[in-house]
């Protein structure tokens, strides 16, 4: 998810050289959206995973 952030941020940046001020806006939304889904679902994931040990 990380990787399609990213990827949506490189498009923004070249549509905004170019001058496509509005692809490039619209890019730079759904990279962060994406950034912010994938950093809820880490911290989900690290809170879920912690198992507490058992006792034998």
């Given at each position: 998810?990380?990787?399609?952030?990213?990827?949506?941020f490189?498009?923004?940046?070249?549509a905004?050289?170019?001058?496509?001020?509005?692809i490039a806006?619209?890019?730079?939304w759904?990279g962060q959206?994406l950034?912010?889904i994938?950093?809820i679902?880490?911290?989900?994931?690290v809170?879920m995973?912690r198992?507490?040990?058992?006792?034998?």
């Amino acid at each position: 998810m990380v990787g399609w952030a990213i990827t949506f941020f490189l498009i923004a940046l070249v549509a905004a050289v170019f001058g496509f001020g509005g692809i490039a806006g619209d890019a730079a939304w759904i990279g962060q959206v994406l950034l912010v889904i994938f950093l809820i679902l880490a911290v989900v994931s690290v809170v879920m995973g912690r198992k507490p040990s058992s006792l034998p």
